[in-house]
């Protein structure tokens, strides 16, 4: 099963940024949608961000104005960009490849995950 790799990662203080990568082989998720996922220790999978084929975007409201969720032209990688982050967003952050067309927020439309990255945000 392929599986779509995430970096960028790390340590940042608060109100600070990064820019999470998910990269994706050459067409292997055409044309389903892919999202972001977080989960923080002791808590459940949330959703964070997602995009269709189209382009088409949906966010959490914990990160609207805040992150921006975008691909490449060759839709091979597609980013999370952080801005303004809180110590709230620590968690471990999860690129997922949906099984159908359009953007949702239900992890469980998301059958094929990436093994995350860690996003620690300090006060």
């Not at 995009?51 to 032209?73: C, E, H, N, P, Q």
């Not at 067309?101 to 300090?122: C, E, H, K, L, M």
Request: aromatic letters at 12%; hydrophobic letters at 35%.
């Amino acid at each position: 099963q392929v599986q779509p790799v995430e970096s960028g990662g790390g340590l940042v203080q608060a109100g600070g940024s990064l820019r999470l990568s998910c990269v994706a082989p050459r067409g292997a998720f055409n044309p389903f949608a892919m999202g972001w996922f977080r989960q923080a220790p002791g808590k459940e999978r949330e959703f964070v961000s997602a995009m269709d084929w189209s382009g088409t975007t949906t966010y959490a409201d914990s990160v609207k104005g805040r992150f921006t969720i975008s691909r490449d032209k060759a839709k091979i990688t597609v980013f999370l960009q952080m801005n303004g982050l809180k110590p709230e967003d620590t968690a471990t952050y999860y690129c997922a490849v949906s099984g159908l067309r359009i953007a949702t927020s239900n992890p469980y439309d998301y059958p094929i995950w990436g093994q995350g990255t860690a996003v620690t945000v300090s006060s």
